[in-house]
């Protein structure tokens, strides 16, 4: 299983490499009046089905699922900032009926862009995250769902900026 999901993992990164190498790249530009538009992709790497979701969107999956998100940030002026984080917030549920909650943070992760040695600027920014539900919980309780909460922001290099969520609803 270790050496398939290797495989995959590497099949998902040069991918995402084709995917910058077919980002097209422009002049640095003298000035940009609107801002990159995000778009969300998530791949369900247990189904195998993926889906593209605008920013504000939300998703469902089973607890046992394993998403691979993509965060997209585009702009015909050139992408100058990503940024990809966000948390998650866990429901337990005892056999009385009481529930307890617990929530956590992700890491954000950012990348700046500048132009190149020819002063080109890519269109195109991405980055990526896997996603699993935390479905632990102690005591005897039983797990309900988990809601997980990204945060996506785009800029370009004149400071006009998109940012955009979507929710993940684990459910058992």
Excluded at 4 to 20: D, P, S
Excluded at 53 to 61: E, I, L, R, T
Excluded at 89 to 116: E, I, M, R, W, Y
């Amino acid at each position: 299983m270790k050496s398939r999901a290797a495989f995959h993992f590497g099949l998902r990164v040069a991918a995402c490499l084709l995917l910058v190498a077919c980002g097209s790249k422009v002049p640095m530009p003298t000035s940009d009046s609107t801002p990159p538009t995000l778009t969300w992709t998530v791949l369900n790497q247990t189904t195998k089905v993926s889906v593209n979701v605008s920013p504000g969107g939300s998703v469902h999956a089973k607890g046992t699922d394993s998403l691979f998100i993509t965060l997209k940030a585009q702009d015909p002026e050139g992408v100058a900032y990503i940024e990809l984080g966000g948390g998650y917030l866990k429901a337990c549920v005892g056999s009385d009926g009481t529930g307890t909650n617990s929530q956590g943070l992700f890491a954000s992760q950012s990348q700046t862009f500048g132009p190149d040695s020819n002063n080109q600027v890519s269109t195109l920014a991405f980055a990526t995250k896997t996603v699993q539900a935390d479905t632990t919980c102690s005591g005897g309780d039983q797990w309900n769902s988990t809601l997980v909460t990204l945060n996506g922001v785009g800029r370009n290099f004149f400071s006009g900026e998109t940012r955009g969520t979507l929710s993940i609803t684990f459910v058992p």
